[in-house]
């Protein structure tokens, strides 16, 4: 079993930046993908970005440029970098792990991120 625990959320004003971060504990676990999903009010949850333990990173096209992730091997932790936020990236932000050499993937409880004036 792996615990996914986020922080970082919170309310912003548009343009300003927030640091996701995303904390896997466990046992026996060794992760294969990291990565965000954002689910704004009355949508789908859907892939904001995610990194692969060689590093290889996928963004949505909404946040090239401005989202950057990362991952510390060491300490099972992923983090998400947000700048340059616009009110259309309020969400609530999951984080995602998948085990190497499965489809099992573990989901975080969710952080709310809310860019408002």
């Known amino acids: 079993q792996v615990q996914l625990v986020e922080s970082g959320g919170g309310l912003v004003q548009p343009g300003g930046s927030l640091r996701l971060s995303c904390e896997a504990s466990?046992?026996?676990?060794?992760?294969?993908?990291m990565g965000w999903y954002g689910q704004a009010r009355g949508k789908q949850r859907e892939l904001v970005a995610r990194?692969?333990?060689?590093?290889?990173?996928n963004y949505l096209d909404s946040g090239k440029g401005r989202f950057t992730i990362s991952r510390d091997n060491a300490k099972n932790t992923v983090y998400l970098q947000m700048n340059s936020l616009k009110p259309e990236d309020t969400a609530v932000y999951y984080c995602?792990?998948?085990?190497?050499?499965?489809?099992?993937?573990?989901w975080g409880q969710g952080i709310q991120v809310t860019v408002s004036s």
């Open positions: 990194i692969f333990s060689g590093d290889t990173t």
């Open positions: 995602n792990a998948r085990i190497r050499g499965t489809n099992i993937n573990y």
């Open positions: 466990g046992r026996g676990f060794s992760i294969n993908v």
